[in-house]
């Protein structure tokens, strides 16, 4: 029997859909045990729980291939055949190298000779590495430029064309149906079962209860495919294809009553005329975009009060047309049509039987899904939420990775939007919504982050691509405000950049083009480009490549591998940090409370590891920057302000603090903020309980009631800004003779056709030099809830458990397809791309289509302990980073063409 | 009469191996023994093709087979419909574990540790029991956490505390646990009000985890 | 250092269970070949033959058989806690009747009192049904739970002691009731060849795993076939033979079948066709919408 048994509260961030809570049973100092934190089911919206990958948390901390002391490479040579040969050493000798190279680069100067930042840091996606480091956010604050372009995956890999378009669109950067209320949802690969947290299994599992259908559409039943009513297997990278033959059928196969024609044109972009040149024509007074007025049978500027905007039609008019750079053109007497009347014709050909022949769906099937989403659309209903009334539209869309990422991207998550746009279905009650903002600002609030922009649309601040604002040399690695004006300009944007072309200019500068620069210093921390990025082999050699690595490392690890120095921190039950938790957030965060949690110790951190927040400290007392970091920590660059209108909890910026100083004063902010000034309880406080909330509105759920107070419309469906950014970034880089990107530039169309989508993978393979034939099969991937995020690889409970889940660990081939080839379930096969090659157990199932194969995760780990030993197959050194594949927002996909051989028996 | 009984919704389900892992722990149960586990049944042929999720593990059976083949004793029934091993008394002859037909029984005959057998982590080397060495083990429906809970006034499925340890890590309230003999019981409300059923009912061990698939039948056939 | 996952993580269909190896088929082995004996070292008694070998070799047998089951159990030293459970233990009985069975054997063997020895055949009758209840309560093998496998062990048990009463005989040239024992031997090889089919047709019918009956169609050569029918011919031509040769030899070519594939049958039924009962759902769950979906019963046929 234990003398004495703890429980300490804490929060988990392994991933995006969290934060969540828990409690860890700790028994005379040992943690022995992770439990839900039972006291916040009252606020928290998936009963209190955390989910299977919290449960790691006891093994990672005991995990005896911890790094528990700071080590120094001790083997010049760099490289995956290099080891090296780490040896210990303490951390004043360790933070004393970090500060002299640091302290060596500020008196060169923060910028090298190609302007860009001498200090890169990479950590891994979603920022969920920030609630685990600390303060060290205020040290990079305080250090200056710093570039973050070398990405691990995020930004590229993961939903990115829905955080640009999303945001752009609807403040969305992600988006998730009203799980709660809605009663139908198409979810194109949206894994919502394996990524979507606690709060999504239980809000899903709820609906499922209350009779909600999901039909899942996506090459393979994923254990959300499992979960849904339906599954239809969908061709790989079809998917706007049958999202395009939907709004065909709503448009011409549907009578227009089944939409929301007065949500259409009061609130879209619907009734705007457009030009001969493609841009809205514009009252040439006011430059205001131009409506048909029905009542007045005239043209008038889109605002004005009392129209009735044709929908349809064809109009003669005098107007403005502004196009790019400042062209325009007077028009007298112009033939006109309304932005949907455009759309109307331009889904002409998208027939469900053309469809068919593209994503390999039945058109029988198509049109009875777009049947059952009408059915379910409700329009005309509504409902009172917190004494406002709302319309109520229980019909949704999601759209996974892979699917909302790389070519094909913009089309899909541009029908996505249109689609609930034309059923007044976008941010309602019911419908699809918005989770949070990280490229528009502020990141805590979608609704105040809602400023009318031009032409009656929602502002955006788009990287400039006018002549004289225009980005040309760019600042950062990965070029996004130059080549991505989307990516806007927040403390998020570099990381939603291009960021695989950090790591291909390094091998090799596009034409015209100034050189990509190793980085003087690379941070890198809680992230393995080696195996969660492309073509990793060669990642690992322009890691190699650069001069002084600084891994805070966990354990030894595939990137840490090329490090100088690595230095441990304590790990997630060792250190203290404190998160904002509630309101509405990424993946299916939705609460009706909002505050903060703790992290804290719950047991003594192990050998000789370190709080990150005592090494940010550290590292600013020795490189001179202690008053910038404590004042960076004081405007809230580590978790919130210790300042504000009625409080002061600022730190002294002449003196060193610990870390326990520093949490208990934000503590005492978030404590002050949460109770309106009432208490400003600290850390003590919320090592007992754990966390601290108000409630909050649900109308902050939904985005439609703030556009509609501001008199804004959606953006939908014609592109026109987008149009014209295109234009005029064409225009700026063929000024520098920059041809590489022109494939990209034509995303920009206001009105996207489709386009062959999977015949772009099929090219590149083709002019990699192979034969189609010789790589029948697309390899795709798929979430696993046990690994997501990569915490917990090299974790044997985790490996044990996720092999009750077919798939993890091998290759998932259709049954009879492999049988075809030979292959029995078990045997070891070989996938080969034009990149690289992998091998594993062939796991034979049927719930994957015949010219699939899936490999669940990211492994291949040769440098990890205990992973490196699973010898788990990951596609990751079978995808290429390629310029032909990669699109406008600057992502592409987890896809490839493979072909496949067997190569030995089931081991026995 | 008590029976403790279970009720796992199998249309919540969704395979995150959570309760799994929860009760890996909660239990301290040696690396690969699983005595709550969930399954991934795939069913048909592409493209018809169905997946289901099914958590399983000792049924705490009405009429368990374990007990009547057990030659020691070791293996009872309580009252309370639990059905306990007595570590001290089992002599690991294996024969429960042949003779339940939910292979719910493990025994292992060394100590083991995850990260290697020579690198014993402390939170392992805390719990260590070498009572369940070489002797069957199964789940308990964490009856200490039962009876110390009820000790104190709690009630188990409604009180954290004593209820078992996959009923409280599972993230999408699949799981009930309960008083099957209380027809007002949390349970047996849900019950009356699904349409269940147990699993290889037809061979009559009575098992006490009780599937539920579908709402109450309404009696018109039609599908929503 | 990686476990390595296998196979066996998360198995849904039936699979073999491992926690009964050859040494607890060695006890249905030897114990079903030792209590045989023990029955027709009585039977040959009557006819006038030796007692003390076979006695001995069955007795003997047996105990070789509890040495296999106390090899086996977790945790030996416990051992007498088996005698806790008579109330519905077929183990515990088992465990029960062997200090008598053994007593009275020795006892008979040193007296060679008639009616002990009668009292011993008996007692390892019921030993011999324990055995068979034994398995038969082993309710997760299907393979094990058919109510026809009873009869099946006992037969051939009986057959083994048949056979090794023929072989003792021959060993120690007691030759004169040879022939008696060669016709029990054909009778009960006949009846455990029904007694074979009788099982195999059951288990069809009720349904079992579909790799427990690929296991026992494997050894429908070596032991329906091999060990029931040949020696069934050559027994059949033995007794109808005067020559001392053919009786012997034919006699002792069946013995060795008869026993060999008996000993077979129990290795495969305990180690190569014990799967287990596996998972299996009636219906699948209604995902928001629609019915389910039909049962799944992996693995069985």
């Given at each position: 029997m234990a003398k004495s048994v703890r429980k300490v509260p804490e929060y988990c961030y392994q991933c995006v859909a969290g934060p969540d809570l828990l409690t860890v049973k700790v028994e005379d100092g040992v943690a022995t045990e992770i439990e839900p934190n039972f006291r916040a089911a009252e606020v928290h919206p998936g009963g209190g729980k955390c989910c299977v990958k919290a449960y790691g948390l006891v093994q990672k901390t005991y995990n005896p291939d911890r790094v528990l002391q700071p080590m120094k490479r001790t083997n010049p040579k760099k490289g995956?055949?290099?080891?090296?040969r780490f040896v210990p050493i303490g951390w004043d000798e360790a933070l004393d190298i970090v500060s002299s190279k640091l302290n060596e680069i500020r008196a060169k100067g923060l910028l090298d000779q190609e302007g860009y930042p001498r200090v890169a840091a990479s950590f891994g996606g979603g920022g969920v590495p920030t609630y685990y480091m600390g303060t060290f956010p205020a040290f990079l604050a305080a250090w200056g430029a710093v570039d973050f372009s070398f990405g691990s995956g995020q930004g590229v890999g993961c939903t990115h064309s829905e955080h640009m378009y999303g945001e752009l669109w609807h403040r969305a950067f992600t988006v998730c149906p009203d799980t709660p209320s809605t009663r139908y949802v198409l979810s194109f690969g949206a894994n919502a079962e394996a990524a979507g947290g606690v709060i999504g299994a239980w809000r899903h599992a709820d609906a499922r209860v209350r009779g909600m259908k999901r039909v899942q559409i996506e090459p393979h039943i994923s254990v959300t495919g499992a979960a849904s009513a339906e599954w239809i297997p969908i061709?790989?990278?079809?998917d706007a294809a049958f999202l395009f033959a939907m709004v065909h059928l709503m448009l011409h196969e549907h009578a227009r009553e089944r939409l929301d024609i007065p949500f259409i044109k009061a609130h879209t972009g619907s009734p705007y005329l457009v030009g001969p040149h493609h841009y809205f024509l514009r009252d040439p007074r006011t430059r205001k975009p131009l409506i048909w007025d029905l009542t007045s049978d005239r043209a008038v500027p889109f605002d004005q009060l009392d129209t009735d905007p044709a929908l349809e039609g064809a109009f003669k008019l005098d107007a403005l047309e502004v196009g790019a750079d400042g062209q325009e053109w007077m028009h007298r007497g112009v033939a006109a049509k309304t932005s949907f009347g455009m759309l109307v014709q331009h889904m002409l050909p998208y027939t469900p039987e053309w469809a068919e022949s593209v994503c390999d769906i039945v058109p029988g099937t198509i049109r009875r899904i777009t049947n059952e989403y009408l059915d379910h659309a409700c329009v005309g209903e509504t409902i009172e939420i917190d004494g406002e009334v709302l319309a109520f539209r229980p019909v949704s869309i999601a759209l996974g990775r892979t699917v909302n990422n790389g070519w094909g991207g913009y089309e899909c998550v541009w029908a996505r939007t249109l689609i609930p746009c034309l059923l007044g279905a976008l941010e309602v009650p019911g419908g699809t919504l918005g989770t949070t903002v990280r490229l528009n600002r502020p990141a805590t609030s979608r609704q105040a982050s809602v400023k009318m922009g031009p032409d009656g649309f929602m502002d955006y601040p788009m990287n400039p691509t006018d002549f004289e604002h225009w980005q040309s040399s760019p600042k950062v690695r990965n070029a996004h405000a130059t080549l991505v004006p989307l990516s806007a300009n927040s403390p998020w944007s570099q990381s939603l950049g291009p960021t695989h072309f950090a790591w291909m200019f390094r091998k090799q500068s596009p034409d015209h083009w100034k050189k990509v620069t190793a980085p003087d210093l690379w941070f890198v921390y809680r992230t393995n480009p080696s195996i969660s990025f492309w073509d990793t082999a060669e990642v690992v050699n322009r890691i190699s490549e650069f001069p002084f690595v600084v891994g805070f490392a966990y354990t030894p690890d595939e990137t840490n591998w090329m490090a100088d120095i690595l230095l441990p921190e304590c790990t997630d039950l060792e250190s203290t940090q404190l998160i904002r938790i509630g309101g509405t957030k990424f993946i299916e965060a939705f609460w009706d409370h909002e505050g903060f949690a703790l992290r804290q110790p719950a047991v003594k951190p192990r050998g000789d590891t370190r709080d990150f927040t005592d090494i940010a400290t550290e590292l600013a007392a020795r490189t001179g920057l202690l008053e910038q970091y404590n004042d960076a920590i004081n405007r809230g660059a580590a978790c919130t302000a210790l300042k504000g209108k009625d409080f002061d909890f600022g730190l002294d910026p002449a003196v060193k603090h610990t870390s326990e100083e520093i949490w208990d004063r934000m503590c005492r902010a978030a404590s002050t903020e949460v109770t309106d000034g009432r208490t400003s309880e600290g850390l003590a406080w919320y090592r007992e309980h754990g966390y601290r909330t108000r409630p909050i509105s649900r109308l902050v759920w939904y985005l439609f009631p703030e556009l509609r107070k501001q008199g804004i419309r959606f953006e939908m469906p014609y592109q026109e800004r987008l149009l014209r950014v295109g234009v005029q970034l064409g225009n700026r880089l063929h000024e520098q003779g920059i041809k590489w990107w022109d494939t990209q530039l034509t995303e920009y169309q206001a009105l996207p056709p489709y386009k062959d989508f999977p015949g772009i993978w099929e090219r590149e393979t083709v002019a990699q030099g192979c034969k189609l034939e010789d790589y029948p099969f697309w390899l795709i991937t798929a979430r696993s809830m046990q690994y997501a995020w990569g915490s917990n690889v090299g974790i044997p409970l985790i490996d044990e458990v996720a092999g009750n889940l077919k798939g993890h660990r091998g290759i998932v081939i259709n049954a009879r397809r492999a049988r075809e080839l030979g292959i029995e379930d078990g045997d070891i096969i070989e996938v080969r791309s034009y990149v690289g090659k992998t091998h594993g157990p062939a796991v034979l199932?049927?719930?994957?289509?015949?010219?699939t194969l899936l490999m669940i995760g990211q492994f291949s780990h040769w440098a990890t302990p205990y992973a490196k030993d699973m010898k788990a197959p990951s596609m990751n050194s079978l995808v290429a980073m390629s310029m032909a594949l990669t699109d406008a927002t600057g992502s592409s996909a987890d896809l490839v063409r493979v072909g496949v051989r067997r190569v030995g028996a089931a081991a026995a | 009469m008590t029976r403790w009984a279970m009720a796992v919704d199998l249309r919540r389900c969704?395979?995150?191996?959570t309760c799994t892992t929860a009760c890996r722990q909660a239990n301290a149960t040696p690396p690969g023994v699983q005595w709550r586990q969930v399954l991934d049944m795939e069913t048909g042929e592409f493209p018809e093709v169905r997946r289901a999720f099914v958590p399983v593990g000792c049924m705490h059976c009405g009429d368990p087979p374990c007990e009547h083949v057990c030659p020691t004793t070791a293996t009872k029934q309580r009252a309370d419909g639990l059905v306990t091993i007595d570590y001290d008394i089992c002599i690991g002859c294996g024969y429960c574990a042949v003779a339940c037909p939910y292979q719910a029984r493990h025994i292992v005959h060394r100590n083991t540790f995850a990260f290697g057998d020579d690198r014993p982590m402390e939170s392992e080397l805390a719990r260590m029991d070498p009572e369940r060495i070489s002797v069957a083990t199964k789940c308990t429906f964490c009856k200490d956490r039962i009876d110390a809970g009820r000790e104190k006034g709690l009630t188990p499925g409604v009180d954290p505390e004593a209820t078992p340890a996959c009923v409280n890590s599972c993230i999408t309230d699949a799981y009930v646990f309960g008083d099957r003999d209380d027809r007002n019981s949390k349970l047996s409300k849900l019950l009356e009000e699904t349409t269940h059923f147990r699993m290889h009912e037809e061979l009559g061990a009575d098992p006490g985890i009780y599937y539920i698939w579908d709402r109450k039948a309404t009696g018109t056939g039609a599908d929503q | 250092m990686s476990a390595p996952l296998g196979r066996t993580a998360g198995r849904t269909a039936p699979w073999h269970q491992s926690n009964w190896d050859l040494r607890a088929a060695g006890n249905f082995v030897f114990g079903g070949a030792g209590t045989g004996l023990v029955v027709f070292a009585a039977i040959g008694y009557v006819f006038g033959a030796a007692y003390v070998m076979p006695a001995l070799i069955g007795l003997a047998l047996v105990g070789a058989g509890l040495l296999c089951v106390w090899a086996e159990i977790g945790r030996p030293l416990r051992a007498m806690n088996v005698y806790r459970h008579a109330k519905t233990s077929w183990m515990t009985r088992e465990a029960m009747v062997a200090p008598f069975l053994f007593a009275s054997g020795l006892a008979a063997v040193w007296t060679g009192y008639q009616a002990l020895v009668w009292a011993v055949a008996v007692l390892a009758l019921v030993y011999l049904s324990c055995q068979a209840q034994m398995i038969k309560a082993s309710r997760g093998i299907p393979a094990w739970r058919n109510p026809r496998i009873v009869p099946l062990i006992m037969l051939t048990g009986l057959c083994e002691g048949a056979s090794l009463a023929i072989l003792v005989a021959a060993a120690t040239a007691d030759h004169a009731y040879l022939k008696w024992l060669e016709a029990f031997l054909l009778a009960l090889v006949l009846a455990r060849g029904l007694a074979w089919y009788a099982y195999r047709s059951g288990l069809q019918h009720e349904g079992a795993p579909t790799r427990a009956l690929a296991a026992l169609s494997r050894i429908e050569l070596p032991f329906a076939m091999l060990g029931n029918w040949t020696p069934l011919v050559l027994l059949f031509i033995a007794l109808a033979s005067s020559s001392v040769n053919v009786i012997f030899w034919l006699g002792v070519i069946s013995a060795l079948a008869a026993f060999g594939s008996g000993w077979l049958f129990k290795v495969v039924l305990i180690t190569r066709a014990a799967y287990n009962q596996g998972f299996a759902l009636p219906r699948l769950p209604v995902r928001g919408t629609g019915s389910g979906g039909p049962a799944a019963k992996p693995g069985w046929h």
């Open positions: 995956r055949e290099h080891d090296p061709k790989p990278k079809t199932r049927e719930g994957i289509r015949p010219d | 969704n395979g995150c191996q | -």
